[in-house]
């Protein structure tokens, strides 16, 4: 896996729980995300009539339903529940904790629904990184604000992720990124606008900050995070871009103690060493395996244009 673009992604998948806070505070989670897509989905829509057109042919109506139901479980259902909880008051910190038990999850599953086992050395990094993203906001559990039950909520929400992942990895017709990316876009728009209307909250409010958050949102978040997890998810597999979420509650934390002035101390320093660990312990447990016959397939990769059925990479 390219450093350069794990990097790239750690830091712009950790920008999204940011522009939550940025945006909790000056307006209701339905709203930000309302106005977070729906401008967005329009202009991916101009692009995908005139820019990337060809990258349409050949996509049917089951491809279109698949990517629907990828998209609501991956972005509306996700987000969503991030928003809400930071929302209620669990730090964006803890939320990224919570976000970031995603790989046991992924990696328990990995074997039965793909074929993609994990080695012990693997588990091994995974347990290290459980433990790393725990020890970072363990105080912020224990002695923070929000009602108890508010730390459930992101829980849903990693729920909804790891099933979007497993959904569209056992799609036989991958489809591009240019399709991808438009019709998720477009169902948390129109998902989001939905509830933004059933809530009377479609009016955004005049505050700058608002759309300072938006356009930290758009940019870094959808474009960064989220199509970069698509890209490795792609690239790489299951295992090995859900090892880098374990250094979401780190990097995360980080960013609210230079934001938001959120506690950042040596227990913060412990977790990401940890964090760190668990990617290169995982990297090393891949490649110390050796090809055979039970070795799972990777993914196809994802071509623009119908074409040609690409060949199986090994590795993600």
């Known amino acids: 896996m390219n450093v350069l673009l794990s ?8 920008s999204g729980f940011i522009g939550a806070k940025l945006g909790a505070g000056s307006a209701s989670a339905v709203t930000v995300l309302m106005w977070r897509f729906l401008p967005l989905a ?19 109506a089951r491809d279109i339903g698949r990517q629907t139901a990828v998209g609501a479980l991956s972005q509306s259902g996700y987000l969503l529940t991030v928003y809400y909880a930071i929302q209620l008051g669990v730090s964006s910190g803890t939320t990224a904790l919570i976000d970031g038990t995603q790989p046991l999850v992924a990696g328990a599953l990995a074997g039965p629904l793909l074929g993609q086992y994990v080695s012990r050395t693997q588990w091994l990094g995974l347990v290290l990184g459980v433990t790393g993203v725990a020890v970072v906001t363990a105080a912020d559990f224990t002695g923070g604000d929000a009602p108890w039950w508010a730390y459930l909520v992101p829980f849903l929400g990693m729920l909804s992720l790891v099933a979007a992942t497993f959904l569209d990895r056992r799609s036989a017709r991958p489809v591009g990124p240019a ?11 129109v998902i989001f606008t939905a509830l933004a209307a059933a809530a009377g909250a479609v009016v955004p409010p005049a505050d700058a900050s608002f759309w300072t958050a938006i356009g930290w949102l758009v940019a870094l978040s959808t474009f960064g995070g989220y199509g970069l997890y698509w890209l490795i998810l792609r690239r790489s597999g299951v295992t090995q871009v859900n090892t880098l979420m374990f250094l979401m509650a780190p990097v995360t934390a980080l960013w609210g103690a230079l934001m938001f002035g959120e506690p950042f101390g040596a227990q913060t320093a412990a977790g990401l060493a940890l964090g760190l660990a668990a990617v290169v312990v995982v990297r090393r447990g891949r490649s110390a395996e050796r090809p055979t ?4 397939v990777e993914p196809r990769v994802t071509r623009a244009s119908a074409g040609p059925a690409p060949r199986a990479r090994t590795g993600r």
């Open 7 to 14: 990097i790239a992604f750690v830091l712009t998948w950790s």
């Open 42 to 60: 329009v202009v991916l829509a101009v692009v995908a009539l005139t820019l990337t057109r060809a990258s349409w042919r050949g996509v049917t």
């Open 179 to 189: 399709v991808s990316m438009t019709v998720h876009c477009a169902t948390s728009a």
């Open 293 to 296: 016959a039970a070795a799972p």
